[in-house]
């Protein structure tokens, strides 16, 4: 990916030039490089000079501080990009932060009063465990939800009496298309984005971050695009019934009376 600087912008900015470009502080600067999200500066003589890409990165971590992410969930991302690791493995670090939903921590009896008869089903416990919509904390025991949007989905169908095998169907399912779709748009993102070109690895970053909601977004949108199609097709078709009904009804009287 080749990305665009600020012109006039040089490979020789103090930290008083890099901090007031940045809209940030020297102190903020220097945290940052402390705390391993800014790499040094060149030091010529006694004096420590900045480039462009220092100032790009500064504009990224601003960015993604203000999306929520902790320093330390960026730093271990721009460290990961900077290794050259994998989409998946830069995402691994904070993958809990950009979930739907908050985690929700459990105790056995209250995850089994989720069950229907309030015992824990050991095959959806087994299943839900497998798609990571829960995981057993091995010493205290408690069950640990990545996203608490699960139990109240799950619930929310047990009310429409929906049984948690059937349920826990759909998630795998669910699982499936999600997976597929997500490969989808790493391919995408791999193709277009990362390139063959050279790349600011903090640019990217932010990028994966940008591709995460367009996907998200684009999904949603056209799962609810795909239900209200749905569901118009299937009043059409009930109206189309209820208006057949009496005809045929009448036609088939009509013959039995010849």
């Known amino acids: 990916m080749y ?11 103090t930290i008083d030039e890099l901090a007031r470009r940045a809209g940030t502080r020297t102190s903020t600067v220097r945290l940052y490089q402390t705390k391993g999200l800014l790499p040094p500066p060149e030091i010529r003589g006694r004096v420590g000079y900045y480039s462009h890409a220092h100032l790009g990165r500064l504009r990224v971590i601003e960015r993604l501080q203000k999306q929520g992410f902790s320093l330390a969930a960026i730093a271990s991302l721009l460290e990961n990009w900077s290794q050259g690791a994998s989409l998946s493995a ?3 670090p904070y993958q809990e932060l950009v979930r739907f939903g908050e985690p929700t921590m459990l105790s056995q009896a209250d995850f ?19 798609l990571k919509l829960l995981a057993i904390d091995a010493k205290t025991g408690m069950v640990r939800v990545p996203s608490r949007a699960f139990v109240e989905i799950g619930l929310e ?23 597929r779709i997500a490969k989808r748009f790493v391919a995408l993102f791999n193709e277009y984005v990362v390139g063959d070109g050279p790349h600011d690895e903090a640019t990217l970053a932010a990028a994966v971050l940008r591709f995460r909601t367009l996907a998200t977004h684009a999904v949603q949108e056209l799962v609810d695009q795909a239900l209200s199609d749905l569901a118009g097709e299937a009043g059409e078709s009930s109206e189309g019934r209820t208006a057949k009904g009496p005809n045929t009804m009448r036609r088939a009287g009509g013959a039995k009376r010849r």
């Not at 990305?3 to 900015?13: F, Q, R």
């Not at 349920?167 to 399912?173: A, D, G, K, P, W």
């Open 3 to 13: 990305v665009t600087y600020d012109a006039g912008v040089s490979d020789d900015l």
């Open 90 to 92: 830069v995402l691994d």
């Open 157 to 179: 169908l047990a009310a429409y009496r929906v049984p948690p095998a059937r349920s826990i169907t759909e998630f795998e399912h669910l699982t499936a298309d999600a997976r």
């Open 112 to 130: 089994a009063a989720l069950f229907p008869d309030g015992q824990i089903d050991q095959d959806i416990l087994r299943r839900a465990t497998k």
